[in-house]
C-alpha cells in the first residue's frame, strides 16, 4: 500500500548523482535521512517533471523533478527536488512524497 508522506528529507553531503547533475538536472542523492533513519538509494526505476504556469503571462516554468526509487531495504519511494524552492529554508528542496514497505 503506498502512504502519502510529503516531508523533507536529508541527502548526505557529496552523494548526488554526479551524471544527472551533469546533464543540467538534479542529481538524485544515492543516501538520505527521513525521519532519522538513512535510506540508501538501489535503484532509480522511473522520473518524471512537472511544470506549471507562471503568474499572468502562462509561461511554463518547470517546477519538481520526481523520482521513483528502490532502496536497499526494498522500500519504494516517491522523492521530488523543488527546482525553485518558495520555503523559508531555500536548501530544503527535497522531499519524500510517497513510500511503500515491502511486504
Same mark, same amino acid.
Given at each position: 500500500?503506498?502512504?502519502f508522506?510529503?516531508?523533507?528529507? *536529508?541527502?548526505?553531503?557529496?552523494?548526488?548523482?554526479?551524471?544527472?547533475?551533469?546533464?543540467?538536472?538534479?542529481?538524485?542523492?544515492?543516501?538520505?535521512?527521513?525521519?532519522?533513519?538513512?535510506?540508501?538509494?538501489? *535503484?532509480?526505476?522511473? @522520473?518524471?517533471?512537472?511544470?506549471g504556469?507562471?503568474?499572468?503571462?502562462? *509561461?511554463?516554468?518547470?517546477?519538481?523533478?520526481?523520482?521513483?526509487?528502490?532502496?536497499?531495504?526494498?522500500?519504494?519511494? @516517491? /522523492?521530488?527536488?523543488?527546482?525553485?524552492?518558495?520555503?523559508?529554508?531555500?536548501?530544503?528542496?527535497?522531499?519524500?512524497y510517497?513510500? *511503500?514497505?515491502? /511486504?
Amino acid at each position: 500500500m503506498e502512504l502519502f508522506i510529503s516531508e523533507p528529507i *536529508e541527502p548526505r553531503e557529496g552523494s548526488f548523482d554526479a551524471r544527472m547533475i551533469a546533464r543540467g538536472e538534479p542529481g538524485m542523492p544515492t543516501h538520505f535521512t527521513w525521519r532519522g533513519d538513512e535510506y540508501r538509494v538501489d *535503484e532509480i526505476l522511473e @522520473t518524471w517533471k512537472q511544470s506549471g504556469a507562471e503568474g499572468f503571462s502562462g *509561461e511554463m516554468y518547470l517546477r519538481r523533478h520526481y523520482f521513483k526509487v528502490l532502496t536497499t531495504s526494498k522500500d519504494v519511494m @516517491t /522523492v521530488y527536488c523543488e527546482r525553485q524552492q518558495k520555503r523559508k529554508n531555500a536548501k530544503q528542496r527535497w522531499f519524500l512524497y510517497t513510500m *511503500e514497505k515491502p /511486504v
